[in-house]
């Protein structure tokens, strides 16, 4: 079992930065992805970014040039730094882990075994 526990969510005013941060313990080693995603009130839930255990990283289209995302694994946590933050990007955060078979399938949330609780982003 995998626990995910995220930070570093708050309140930024467009054009700001934020850094969340996704923090994990347990068997990481049964996944090799770990990434975010997020969800609006009434939107579906979206992917906004994953990274491989072997560094290969994903970017939704929506936030690619502006986000990044980074990894620590001697930490076992997952950075992403969200630059010219818009206020299309309010949601709620999830950082989630999982085993992929290759990473071009990364924004499928059903491919990810374990789910933080979420941080909230609002951009106003």
């Known amino acids: 079992h995998v626990q995910l526990v995220e930070s570093g969510g708050g309140s930024v005013q467009a054009g700001g930065s934020l850094t969340l941060s996704c923090a994990a313990d347990?068997?990481?080693?049964?996944?090799?992805?770990m990434a975010w995603f997020r969800q609006a009130p009434g939107k579906e839930r979206e992917g906004v970014a994953a990274?491989?255990?072997?560094?290969?990283?994903y970017y939704a289209d929506s936030v690619r040039g502006r986000f990044t995302i980074t990894q620590d694994k001697a930490k076992k946590t997952v950075y992403l730094q969200m630059n010219s933050l818009k206020p299309e990007d309010t949601a709620m955060y999830f950082c989630?882990?999982?085993?992929?078979?290759?990473?071009?399938?990364?924004?499928?949330?059903?491919?990810?075994?374990?789910w933080g609780q979420g941080t909230q982003v609002t951009v106003s």
């Open positions: 989630a882990a999982g085993r992929l078979a290759y990473g071009p399938i990364w924004q499928r949330g059903s491919l990810y075994n374990y």
């Open positions: 347990g068997r990481t080693t049964t996944t090799n992805y």
């Open positions: 990274i491989g255990s072997g560094g290969g990283r």
